[in-house]
DNA sequence: GAATACCCTTGACATAAGTCAAGAGTCCTG
DNA sequence: CAGGACTCTTGACTTATGTCAAGGGTATTC
């Protein structure tokens, strides 16, 4: 729980009263799940989300020939969920389920506008996450057009070498938007220069 | 002026006052732009965010190939400028110019923090906007894994028809991600069918 | 209204990446 | 500890898309 509000404190460089982190707290609901366990399945409304204390879970979806897409890792002092579903109430077109077994903080929708209006810390929290997924976003999706797949390995190897060591091959690829045959191939070719 | 005023009262389901509109108008300025004159080029701070009146802009990128990458169009009502340039200060790597004669109105950061105090509902509005951007960028992001040219280009024709009006169809290539000629290709397949 | 730039199409060929299949190593789990 | 499920690699082949080049049409501009 500490984890949470040093998170608040730095991504809105805030200092939060107790009064407030105990606002916090009572909003957010623990929960474990085990590896392989769902926080969200397509088809269903994304209820909560998530802060991860501690583990690893990925958001995915299935095309129409059962391939897997990842869109995102998240890891120790992150959030997961699908803010589209979660927000407007929608269906998921996503997955989400814990690579590891995961300890999660959760709140619902309901319960974050509650906790905006009633700590200040936390409207300019949301705002920040938004801002910083967009241009993560942005970034990725401009990454995304016209480099090869080693273009992209290698901007990986940059940004999270940590997520190389934790997740096996076939997720990586899979986050890429390549396949785990076509990474092999990349790693080896990069390893043997 | 008065589109902006219906833009923010519908982005945020608020009724503006007469005060708190003088505030809004006062914060931007009026600019207009010819076909093909910048609003941004590569390597410049964002200065301006842009509230597009009339006309039409896009935002690319060039590759080290010297090959146009279009990430955003951005039409009458709608918004455009590099967010992470603009509230973080560092130079760009993308081009924003007019593919028509244009009408805008621009903001500074600076502008748009005092408007945000003076004028909550403009805070809402900046939320608004950013989470409709990460969830269409996030879409875009995960239509771009696996689907092919054809796929992209009919879930184009159902989001933006006006584009494929409005702009060169080697734009809306780059728009997709393809060249030219396979766009060309795609095309004359799915008018024969 | 001639000259020029821009735009779209089409063909021939090259290439990155996907698909299918097989095999070997490693980690679980009963 | 034996069997099975993952995981990664490698090879042969296919396919979508890119590249290069040429030609014709249509706007722009002087």
Redesign the pocket.
Known sequence: MLALRTHIENYTSTTLSDNDFALVAAAFTPKRLRRRQYLLQEGEVCKYFAFVLEGALRQYSVNN?G?EHILHFAVENWWIGDRESFVMLTPSPYNIDALEDSHLLLITHPQLQELMLTVPAMTRLVRELDQRNFIATQRRLHASF?????ERYAELQQQHPDFLQRF????I?SYL????????????KATRQ
Chains 1, 2 share one sequence.
């Open positions: 020939k391939v016209g480099s090869t797949a080693e096996p091959q076939h997720m690829a938007g390549v396949t785990a045959e076509t990474l092999s191939r990349v790693r080896q």
